[in-house]
């Protein structure tokens, strides 16, 4: 069966190369978070190739706190992948909402690792997904509003960004 | 809760007839098939009597047939044998585009070593056209090989066809028919067969034993070199109880064949209707050029792996041509050769019948499906 929550088996399951997840990932992935549309959203982060078989979009809608700091108000994602990525998609939602903008956009791919209680190796690169999505919506949301951009959020940017031709360019001869 | 299989093309349960008849040939007639006393005479009895029973349902002779240990150790067999033992009179070998891995990677060892490898494109249902091998066939080819029904979309390859040109050319065929032995009928001498693949797990028989048939005068080097087992094509203390079981399960399935076969077709066509009415869904592979038990889908918006993981939480087991159930990126090659598209590849599921499928397991099925794609494409960004 699909859901493995034993040490053992999360051991078998991280060396292994895909099928496996753990209790935490299933339950996530049969019940997500936050799934679907923001219609009027402040800032959209469309990551992931189609051809690679993951797509991952995360609307956010900002807000404030009693600080008066910008915060994530509002999240939500639309994914088309595997178990992997609506999980992942499903925490990074959960980890985003609430947060400054500032937090929100330093999430690491560990700590959506960990709240999923591990993911098989092969797998780890839809938590990076996640991560990217929400960095790439949260530049989005500056560019938009015409805000200054930190550095350290156009450095991300810059860098997914990098990546993506890299892939887009790898796969071209079959997106026409 | 529910336990359904619907995967039948990648493993089939064994038959208690078959797991009755291997029993005694673990620790009670456990000869070496090598020794010359009593102990080994029965053991040799027992071997070529299980030769015999599968020899009879491909109509080849008994010394026809080796005893290897898996369709892909068969396939290798094949491929690098006829590829040494026949390079003076050349290097070329044709497969087509739609073969198993270990078909495609033996070739493209092969290629490693000097050999020409051309692979035959298919039509948009998976059917390689035999003209197409004809047209490719040219001096230096020494082996045409394709795949009798394909493991993924179920396609029926006309390999009739294929063989009797082979046999004018003066090329040696041969076919991985893994997925239709026992399912349907196959006879190497009305079909121009010269080398023949088959495997004991899908047809209701134990794991770790697989035949080849080679017709009498193919020129074939073995890759395993030792005792001289299997006419000298295998070394290897003979697999007993396997290949015992395995005899057994292809006895029963000659006999239950045809009823079987029609039995599963029209659960099929039934499952195949009652699919193509959910929203956004089409086959993959020929509507009746399709083995009895196959069934293969594509559902737009959709990513496979999420598909069996919701199916496999409802207790229903199936499988997919996706990336994402294997450690590779790109979708399953197979898909892509009949022209689906990376995300439609990405969306595919297979669904494989067998001896344990009701009427009833396809309406749980039907009746769960719709409900999961739904809830899928309610989060996939493409649905609109």
């Known amino acids: ?176 | 809760m529910k336990k359904i299989y619907l995967d039948y093309a990648s493993t089939t349960p064994m038959d208690k007839r078959a797991l009755k008849a291997m029993a005694p040939y673990f620790s009670e007639k456990f000869g070496n098939t090598m020794s010359l006393h009593l102990f080994g005479q029965e053991a040799k009895i027992a071997l070529e009597e299980s030769r015999e029973k599968v020899a009879d349902l491909i109509g080849a002779k008994l010394d026809e047939i080796i005893f290897t240990s898996s369709a892909s150790e068969s396939n290798n067999l094949a491929l690098k044998g006829v590829a040494f033992a026949n390079k003076n009179k050349g290097k070329h070998i044709i497969i087509s585009s739609i073969e198993h891995p270990c078909i495609m990677e033996s070739a493209k060892w092969l290629e490693k070593q000097g050999f020409e490898i051309t692979k035959i494109p298919v039509d948009k249902y998976g059917v390689v056209s035999p003209k197409d091998i004809e047209k490719e066939i040219k001096p230096e080819t020494i082996l045409v090989s394709v795949i009798h029904a394909s493991n993924e979309i179920g396609t029926i390859q006309p390999i009739e066809e294929i063989g009797k040109i082979c046999r004018q050319k003066g090329v040696y065929f041969h076919t991985d028919a893994s997925q239709s032995l026992g399912k349907i009928p196959i006879n190497v001498e009305s079909m121009s067969i010269d080398l023949l693949t088959a495997s004991s797990h899908k047809m209701y028989g134990p794991k770790g034993v697989a035949l080849l048939y080679v017709k009498n005068g193919v020129k074939i080097e073995p890759i395993l070199h030792g005792g001289g087992q299997e006419n000298g094509l295998r070394s290897s203390t003979s697999n007993l109880p396997a290949i015992v079981g395995f005899a057994k399960a292809v006895e029963i399935c000659k006999k239950e064949m045809k009823t079987e076969s029609a039995r599963l077709i029209k659960l099929r066509d039934y499952l195949i209707k009652n699919i193509l009415k959910i929203e956004g869904v089409f086959l993959n592979g020929h509507l009746k050029k399709r083995l009895p038990n196959n069934a293969n889908f594509s559902f737009s918006f959709i990513e496979g792996e999420s598909l069996v993981i919701q199916l496999d939480l409802e207790g229903i087991a199936v499988s997919t041509g996706s990336a994402c159930s294997s450690a590779k990126l790109e979708p399953s090659y197979i898909l892509l050769a009949i022209g689906l598209r990376h995300e439609q590849a990405h969306g595919s599921l297979r669904i494989s019948l067998g001896r344990q499928t009701s009427k009833k397991d396809i309406d749980y099925l039907l009746k769960v499906l719709p409900k999961i794609i739904k809830q899928l494409r309610a989060i996939s960004p493409f649905r609109n």
């Not at chain 1, 797509?55 to 509002?74: A, H, T």
């Open chain 1, 1 to 176: 069966m699909s859901a493995l929550a034993s040490k053992h088996l999360i051991k078998i399951m991280e060396n292994n190369t895909c099928g496996l997840y753990t209790k935490k990932v299933i339950n996530t992935f049969k019940n997500p978070h936050n799934y679907g549309k923001i219609k009027n959203a402040d800032g959209i982060g469309k990551v992931g190739n189609i051809i690679c078989g993951d797509v991952m979009w995360l609307y956010i809608k900002v807000g404030k706190n009693k600080k008066r700091e910008e915060i994530i108000k509002d999240i939500k994602f639309e994914t088309f992948g595997c178990v992997a990525a609506i999980s992942t998609s499903s925490v990074i939602t959960d980890l985003a909402k609430g947060k400054t903008l500032k937090k929100a956009m330093n999430i690491e791919k560990d700590e959506i690792v960990k709240k999923l209680g591990g993911l098989p190796k092969i797998k780890y690169h839809c938590s990076v997904l996640a991560v990217d999505a929400l960095v790439e919506a949260i530049y989005d949301y500056f560019y938009k509003a015409k805000k200054q951009i930190p550095d350290s959020l156009r450095k991300k940017h810059e860098a997914i960004q990098k990546s993506k031709e890299i892939i887009d360019k790898k796969y071209e001869k079959w997106s026409k």
